[in-house]
């Protein structure tokens, strides 16, 4: 069977990075679509679409958060000859309390899930938990290297779920014919708290890391102090606020249901990282200092924005 080009957007991402190399170790064409792609793709600048979408006929969206782009990008797609999409959204999107009203990353799912449910296109939707590389990778990781991760995560758990899995969710999704019209929810085979998480990252690597519980006031104005927008700092404690409740600590089957095996546990997930390298110290051998900002590279929608990117 020939495979046609599949376009991966945010495919120098987390997830898309994953996907484009599980296709690519398939022998599958596929499109790595970003901004220093070729030819580029840039979510903000629609006149790139075109180019990116040109020959293709199936998409891997990872959305844009903040902005309402996954419809009109899929109703274009669907104008030039695309044929299947498989969204990349999140956790809690359809459940009451999760996200706050304001969510920024929570309206870019709703839309964009609703876009792809009426857009007449075979359809896949992806709503992974929290990324375990959030803490090797992501915006975690720079409290990890400082050697104390401040979160108001109170003692909540997570089914932290490996971005490898999430892949090949996406990639099945893309390349067989049996997943059309559904919507997988991903976690782990378990559920850790942060301070559990940190405790298997320190007995991996030998470098001493606390967890401090903090309160949502207390965060934000840590962050503000650092120099983040009130708002920024809010949405991210907001983010973080489903663990704390309880919100995020259920088992999902989708991982089973996609892939026919158990998904990666995080200690299989901090057992790999460390063999990569992912928590070494800096090449002058110093660790990040403890003074740093240690959520500067956070993005803005924190909560998937870990997830999405």
């Known amino acids: 069977m020939t495979e046609h080009l599949i376009l991966i957007t945010g495919g120098t991402g987390k997830v898309g990075s994953r996907a484009v190399a ?12 970003s901004r220093s792609g070729e030819p580029r793709f840039d979510w903000t600048d629609r006149t790139t679409w075109d180019a990116a979408l040109d020959g293709v006929k199936k998409v891997f969206i990872v959305p844009h958060d903040g902005l309402l782009l996954t419809r009109p990008f899929v109703a274009r797609a669907k104008e030039l000859g695309v044929e299947r999409v498989v969204l990349l959204s999140g956790r809690g999107v359809d459940v009451p309390g999760y996200a706050g009203e304001d ?5 870019t799912h709703i839309d964009g899930e609703d876009a792809v449910r009426t857009c007449g296109l075979e ?5 992974p ?15 990890i290297m400082a050697g104390e991760l401040r979160l108001p995560a109170g003692d909540g758990a997570a089914s932290f779920v490996d971005a490898e899995d999430i892949a090949a969710v996406a990639v099945a999704a893309l390349t067989e014919d049996t997943h059309a019209g559904r919507t997988y929810e991903l976690s782990g085979p378990s559920a850790v708290t942060i301070d559990e998480a940190v405790a298997l990252i320190s007995g991996a690597t030998g470098r001493t890391v606390r967890y401090v ?5 207390d965060f934000v104005a840590e962050l503000v102090a650092e120099g983040w927008p009130k708002a920024d700092a809010e949405d991210f404690a907001d983010a973080v606020g ?3 409740r309880g919100m995020d600590s259920h088992l999902s089957d989708g991982v089973r249901s996609a892939l026919g095996r158990e998904p990666r546990s995080f200690a299989q997930f901090v057992a790999d990282a460390t063999a990569a390298g992912a928590w ?3 090449p002058d051998g110093r660790p990040l200092p403890a003074g740093g900002r240690p959520y500067e590279n956070a993005p803005a929608s924190v909560k998937c924005g870990g997830r999405n990117t």
Do not use: M
């Open 22 to 33: 599980q296709l690519r170790a398939k022998g599958v064409p596929v499109r790595v679509g």
């Open 103 to 107: 969510s920024v990353a929570g309206k």
């Open 123 to 127: 359809w896949t939707i992806v709503r």
């Open 129 to 143: 938990a929290w990324f375990a590389q959030n803490f090797s990778e992501g915006f975690f990781r720079d409290a």
């Open 213 to 217: 519980p903090l309160s949502s006031e």
């Open 242 to 244: 489903p663990i704390r």
């Open 280 to 282: 070494r110290d800096r």
